[in-house]
């Protein structure tokens, strides 16, 4: 698969989740989806992202750098949510905040198969002790 191919892929789901389109998930998420190395499965992974916009109702995923090298895809994720309650552990109620996350994914057929995330939480720590 061609990586102008890819990176449309994944701009497709970026869509998709913003839109939380979750009927159409599928068309880019595998069905044996594993994520930081862990099997969900796509009803595991759609499970985890509905409860994301439960906790963030004003989730929105932007991307600021991808590098698509096929099959695998690179992306650094920037985020301006005001979470309801706690984030990640931190007792973020309703408060604004900014991160970034940094992820990889592996296509195979041309869905994501496997996600690896890193999410810059000492930013958002930074943020609530100031």
């Known amino acids: 698969m061609a990586s102008v191919d890819l990176s449309d892929i994944y701009r497709g789901y970026i869509a998709c989740l913003n839109g939380q389109d979750w009927q159409n998930l599928g068309s880019y998420v595998h069905q044996d989806v594993h994520y930081n190395g862990d099997f969900v499965g796509l009803s595991g992974y759609r499970e985890m992202l509905e409860g994301d916009f439960r906790a963030i109702p004003d989730l929105h995923f932007d991307i600021r750098l991808l590098i698509c090298e096929p099959p695998r895809i690179a992306s650094r994720?920037?985020?301006?949510?005001?979470?309801?309650?706690?984030?990640?552990?931190?007792?973020v109620n309703g408060r604004?905040?900014?991160f970034a996350e940094n992820v990889f994914y592996e296509f195979v057929d041309g869905r994501i198969r496997s996600v690896w995330s890193i999410i810059d939480k000492a930013a958002i720590a930074a943020q609530l002790n100031s």
């Open 96 to 98: 604004r905040v900014q």
């Open 77 to 91: 994720l920037q985020f301006d949510c005001t979470p309801k309650g706690a984030l990640f552990g931190m007792p």
